[in-house]
Nanobody, 122 residues
Framework: QVQVVESGGGLVQPGGSLRLSCAAS??????????MAWYRQAPGKERELVAT???????NYADSAKGRFTISRDDARNRVYIQMNSLEPEDTAVYYC??????????????WGQGTQVTVSS
């Protein structure tokens, strides 16, 4: 019903920047997309929230992302992005996109992508 695909990961030097993209393809009629979010999971650690964007505007960031990362969305194209600046080795992780699809007044569900690897290293 829904396919979520992340892209834009790669190897970057400390202090560099990356922009990740996430495209949600919804294959049957739906009401809207609500919260779109980025998570990350570093080796040996639990998955953690990086940033969220809700359909009515507010964004939220993990403390580690504030001032360096910016989440944005394009509802016309069912996409969400995250611009990551001043990257640090500690940002190395697999980054996952989560999209909440509102099917109708009673039903919504989160869908996840397969992740994209971000490696920050010199």
């Amino acid at each position: 019903q829904v396919q979520v695909v992340e892209s834009g990961g790669g190897l970057v030097q400390p202090g560099g920047s990356l922009r990740l993209s996430c495209a949600a393809s919804v294959f049957r009629p739906f009401h809207s997309l609500n919260t779109m979010a980025w998570y990350r999971q570093a080796p040996g650690k639990e998955r953690e929230l990086v940033a969220t964007s809700t359909s009515d505007g507010p964004t939220n960031y993990a403390d580690s992302a504030k001032g360096r990362f910016t989440i944005s969305r394009d509802d016309a194209r069912n996409r969400v992005y995250i611009q990551m600046n001043s990257l640090e080795p500690e940002d190395t992780a697999v980054y996952y996109c989560s999209v909440n699809v509102v099917w109708d007044s009673f039903t919504n569900r989160d869908y996840w992508g397969q992740g994209t690897q971000v490696t920050v290293s010199s």
